[in-house]
Nanobody, 124 residues
Framework: QVQLVESGGGLVQAGGSLRLSCAAS????????MGWFRQAPGKEREFVAG????????YYGDSVKGRFTISRANAKNTVYLQMSSLKPEDTAVYYC?????????????????WGQGTQVTVSS
């Protein structure tokens, strides 16, 4: 089993930056594909970013390309999401997800493990 805990969310003004962290426990995630998703009130969960087990491949949702960066530190069992040039429409609960055999990083059902989420609020 893998437990995931997100942190780093908060309130930020438009144009600002935040870095989210996803700390894993239970087992090493070095062989796991990882993803970040977000869900705003009344909306479906949306793919934000994904990263392969080695970190060599990264994927981004169209709405965050060029503004967000996903990275991982396998030695720390942690994945990060650096968010810059934040917009009010980025306001959502952000979730970290993991799976040992993910292929389509954009699909929620590809992931077996999920964190509880961290709230990000961007004020205009």
């Amino acid at each position: 089993q893998v437990q995931l805990v997100e942190s780093g969310g908060g309130l930020v003004q438009a144009g600002g930056s935040l870095r989210l962290s996803c700390a894993a426990s239970g087992r090493s995630i070095s062989g796991y594909g990882m993803g970040w998703f977000r869900q705003a009130p009344g909306k479906e969960r949306e793919f934000v970013a994904g990263i392969s087990w080695s970190g060599g491949l990264t994927y981004y949702g169209d709405s965050v390309k060029g503004r967000f960066t996903i990275s991982r530190a396998n030695a720390k069992n942690t994945v990060y999401l650096q968010m810059s040039s934040l917009k009010p429409e980025d306001t959502a609960v952000y979730y970290c997800a993991a799976d040992s055999s993910v292929v389509m990083f954009t699909r929620t059902h590809e992931y077996d493990y999920w964190g509880q989420g961290t709230q990000v609020t961007v004020s205009s």
